[in-house]
Structures are given as structure tokens and as C-alpha cells.
């Protein structure tokens, strides 16, 4: 059963469509949004966009009819597509820039609404840093904590088996129905039938490597802290730890032994701030101080943002202006804004365009590139 939805069905099936639309990602969905209200404007918009941006083709716009194939694909496994700015869609990852625009859920929802902590770390764990996981996930669960990883090997799947009967969200790179790793497939089906599976891709969609950084900013968006119990300096949990400063959110790490080289990203963490972690007692005692990064916003303020002058087409002069600035290095875009001398509203849209027309990539840290 489809969750409650505030949305009309056509507005439904234009924002699934749009955010499958090439040339799209999170970051041009919200500020399409933004600049055209609705799905269904900003869909007839993009064609003529991305001709601004220097495309010579129109972008692949998915029909009506594959739109409502996802959604009843979806449907078929038991998984609710939650949308952006619409009622269920988890209210702490709807504040982060880059939120997925649909997300779908397989299992008990109501976990999104329970105040959750992650617990992310080294698929090649030791025992006791298993253990570790283990007893953390267990003191949190007791204390109505609902614990989140990605169901990776090692420290996910430890955290995940012990805080079942208590509640665990899975944040997964592929699709709901596709079990990944394989080792981990009996606990993937536990955790949809007590638990929850959360994923932005669509039913029958494999996982590839490019997946898993973009998986882990929706673990961190989704809970109040994330806590790292052993990881290599260079690890997808310290990705992890670093999007979730970057949300706002509190880091945790738990101390390993200098001589263990799975310790030396925790121990990093730990000096550069991190809390240290020796029980989940360390965590309770300041998830009572912790707030919640943002609340909710409404449908008005979530795609809000656009200025007076957001409508207002920019001239060829302001575009190619813009453009000189540009080159394959990532550039923020708030030096663009001041070395153009355009308002933030011009340089967004003349942005957009070129994004919609395949000219510029985005890069983490509101920075943007030549493609």
C-alpha cells in the first residue's frame, strides 16, 4: 500500500519523470522546482533550457507510461515512493541540498520518524570491533534509538543483526528488491520483514561502485549522528562521517589500537573532533543535548529560494559572461557569482541551463565545473 500522499497523481508521475530525466540530478531538480512551482511546468520547461545550456538534442524525458511502471514496480515489492516536499518523506533528510527527490521505502515505515543514530565502519572488521557494533546497536535499540547503516559487510551487518528486534533502516545502493552483498541476503529479508529498507534508485537497479557515496549521504541525512567503529584512512565510513558534519549532524567515533590500521580513520576522527565512544551510554548522554538539524520544511519553503528576477530570462551578454569564468577545475559558485557581477538568481539559472544542456558538472561544496 502507497503512502498518503498530499500530491495529485499527475504531479506524482511528472516529479518521478523529471528527476529520471538525463541531465537532472537532486541539486537541478530542487531548483527547477524552485524556479517553476510544479513538476508538470518545469518538465515542459527543460527542452528549451537545455537548448540555452548548448545542447542540440532535448534530454531524455521518460514517458507517463514508464513513470507509472517504476511506481507499480515498486508496489509490486512492497516499497512506497516518498517525495520531496511531500507527507512521509523523512523530515531531516529533506534539509539537505542534494536530497533525493524520491525515495522508497520497503518495510515499516514509521522508523523514519523515530530518532536514529548510524553506525557505519570497516567491512573487513575484527571480532571485537564486531562485538563492539553489536553492543551499541543493542544499548540505542533499548533506548528507542533506531539504527542505521548501509548493510555493507562486517560493522553494518552487525549493527543491523542486533538492533532488529528494536529497529534498523537499511540505506541500500541499489534497489529494494536486488540483495546486496550476497552474504547478507538473509538479513536483508529480516530486516524488510521487522525493519526497514530505504533506497533513492528504482526497483531492479544493481548497485555499481558509483552508487555507494551517494547512498551514504542519505544514511547521514537521516539520523541525528553517526558513530564510526573502525575504518581505514581512506573508507567510504569516513565519506560518510565527513557528509554528516557537513549536515550538521554530530560524529562519533570509537578508539582502536594505532597499530591496527582499521583504527586509523576512527583515531583521525577523534582528532579532529569526533566524540569519542567507548558504550552507547557516551552517545545517550548527548543525543538529550542533540537538535534536530532543521525541521521539516514546508511544501512552500522547500522549493522556495528563488529571487524576484528567477523568472526573468538572462541575456546572451550575462551568459557568455558567466561562461568565460568556467573551466575544468570546480569553481564555488559564490565566486562566480562575485567575479561576474550577476545576481545569485542569474548566475543559478544561466547554471541550470548549462547543466540541462550537459556543459558543466556539479561537484560537492556548491562547486561547479566544464564537463
Same mark, same amino acid.
Request: proline share 8%; charged share 25%.
Given at each position: 500500500?502507497?503512502?498518503?500522499?498530499?500530491?495529485?497523481?499527475?504531479?506524482?508521475?511528472?516529479?518521478?519523470?523529471? $528527476?529520471?530525466?538525463?541531465?537532472?540530478?537532486?541539486?537541478?531538480?530542487?531548483?527547477?522546482? +524552485?524556479?517553476?512551482?510544479?513538476?508538470?511546468?518545469?518538465?515542459?520547461?527543460?527542452?528549451?533550457? +537545455?537548448?540555452?545550456?548548448?545542447?542540440?538534442? #532535448? #534530454?531524455?524525458?521518460?514517458?507517463? !507510461?514508464?513513470?507509472?511502471?517504476? @511506481?507499480?514496480?515498486?508496489?509490486?515489492?512492497?516499497?512506497?515512493?516518498?517525495?520531496?516536499?511531500?507527507?512521509?518523506?523523512?523530515?531531516?533528510?529533506?534539509? $539537505? *541540498?542534494?536530497?533525493?527527490?524520491?525515495?522508497? +521505502?520497503?518495510?515499516?515505515?514509521?522508523?523514519?520518524?523515530? %530518532?536514529?543514530?548510524?553506525?557505519?565502519?570497516?567491512?573487513?572488521?575484527?571480532?571485537?570491533?564486531?562485538?563492539?557494533?553489536?553492543?551499541?546497536?543493542?544499548?540505542?535499540?533499548?533506548?528507542?534509538?533506531?539504527?542505521?547503516?548501509?548493510?555493507?559487510?562486517?560493522?553494518? =551487518?552487525? =549493527?543491523?543483526?542486533?538492533?532488529?528486534?528494536?529497529?534498523?533502516?537499511?540505506?541500500?545502493?541499489? &534497489?529494494?528488491?536486488?540483495?546486496?552483498?550476497?552474504?547478507?541476503?538473509?538479513?536483508?529479508?529480516?530486516?524488510?520483514?521487522?525493519?526497514?529498507?530505504?533506497?533513492?534508485? %528504482?526497483?531492479?537497479? *544493481?548497485?555499481?561502485?558509483?552508487?555507494?557515496?551517494?547512498?551514504?549521504?542519505?544514511?547521514?541525512? /537521516?539520523?541525528?549522528?553517526?558513530?564510526?567503529?573502525?575504518?581505514?584512512?581512506?573508507?567510504?565510513?569516513? $565519506?560518510?562521517?565527513? /557528509?554528516?558534519?557537513?549536515? &550538521?549532524?554530530?560524529?562519533?567515533?570509537?578508539? &582502536?589500537?594505532?597499530?591496527? #590500521?582499521?583504527?586509523?580513520?576512527?583515531?583521525?576522527?577523534?582528532?579532529?573532533? =569526533?566524540?569519542?565512544?567507548?558504550? !552507547?551510554?557516551?552517545?545517550?548522554?548527548?543525543?538529550?543535548?542533540?537538535?534536530?538539524?532543521? *525541521? *521539516?520544511?514546508?511544501?512552500?519553503?522547500?522549493?522556495?529560494?528563488?529571487?524576484?528576477?528567477?523568472?526573468?530570462?538572462?541575456?546572451?551578454?550575462?551568459? !557568455?559572461?558567466?561562461?568565460?569564468?568556467?573551466?575544468?577545475?570546480?569553481?564555488? $559558485?559564490?565566486?562566480?557569482?562575485?567575479?561576474?557581477?550577476?545576481?545569485?538568481?542569474?548566475?543559478?539559472?544561466?547554471?541550470?541551463?548549462?547543466? @540541462?544542456?550537459?556543459?558543466?558538472?556539479?561537484?560537492?561544496?556548491?562547486?561547479?565545473?566544464?564537463?
Amino acid at each position: 500500500m502507497e503512502a498518503s500522499s498530499s500530491l495529485p497523481q499527475a504531479e506524482r508521475l511528472a516529479r518521478l519523470r523529471l $528527476i529520471r530525466t538525463e541531465t537532472v540530478g537532486p541539486i537541478t531538480y530542487r531548483q527547477l522546482m +524552485a524556479r517553476y512551482g510544479t513538476a508538470v511546468a518545469a518538465l515542459e520547461a527543460v527542452p528549451l533550457l +537545455a537548448r540555452r545550456g548548448g545542447r542540440a538534442k #532535448p #534530454p531524455t524525458i521518460p514517458t507517463r !507510461a514508464a513513470a507509472e511502471r517504476e @511506481l507499480a514496480a515498486a508496489a509490486a515489492i512492497g516499497a512506497e515512493p516518498l517525495f520531496l516536499g511531500d507527507t512521509g518523506y523523512p523530515p531531516l533528510v529533506s534539509a $539537505i *541540498e542534494d536530497a533525493p527527490p524520491v525515495l522508497y +521505502a520497503r518495510g515499516s515505515r514509521h522508523l523514519l520518524d523515530t %530518532p536514529g543514530i548510524a553506525i557505519v565502519g570497516a567491512r573487513n572488521a575484527s571480532a571485537a570491533g564486531r562485538r563492539m557494533a553489536g553492543d551499541l546497536a543493542r544499548g540505542l535499540g533499548a533506548a528507542g534509538v533506531a539504527v542505521v547503516s548501509g548493510l555493507a559487510r562486517g560493522i553494518d =551487518a552487525a =549493527a543491523h543483526d542486533a538492533a532488529l528486534a528494536t529497529g534498523t533502516v537499511a540505506v541500500l545502493a541499489g &534497489g529494494a528488491d536486488i540483495r546486496y552483498p550476497r552474504e547478507n541476503a538473509a538479513l536483508q529479508d529480516r530486516i524488510a520483514a521487522q525493519g526497514l529498507l530505504v533506497t533513492e534508485a %528504482p526497483p531492479g537497479t *544493481e548497485p555499481q561502485a558509483r552508487h555507494f557515496p551517494r547512498r551514504n549521504r542519505i544514511i547521514s541525512g /537521516l539520523v541525528l549522528g553517526v558513530v564510526v567503529v573502525e575504518a581505514a584512512e581512506r573508507s567510504g565510513s569516513l $565519506i560518510t562521517a565527513r /557528509l554528516a558534519g557537513e549536515q &550538521g549532524r554530530e560524529v562519533f567515533a570509537v578508539p &582502536g589500537s594505532p597499530l591496527d #590500521p582499521r583504527a586509523k580513520g576512527a583515531n583521525r576522527l577523534l582528532r579532529d573532533g =569526533a566524540h569519542l565512544v567507548e558504550s !552507547a551510554r557516551d552517545i545517550l548522554e548527548l543525543l538529550d543535548s542533540m537538535r534536530r538539524p532543521m *525541521e *521539516e520544511p514546508g511544501p512552500r519553503a522547500l522549493f522556495a529560494g528563488a529571487g524576484p528576477d528567477a523568472r526573468a530570462e538572462p541575456s546572451d551578454d550575462e551568459r !557568455a559572461r558567466l561562461r568565460l569564468l568556467l573551466s575544468p577545475a570546480p569553481t564555488p $559558485i559564490d565566486d562566480l557569482v562575485r567575479l561576474s557581477a550577476l545576481t545569485v538568481d542569474r548566475v543559478l539559472t544561466i547554471l541550470l541551463e548549462m547543466e @540541462l544542456g550537459g556543459t558543466i558538472q556539479r561537484h560537492p561544496g556548491g562547486r561547479v565545473a566544464l564537463a
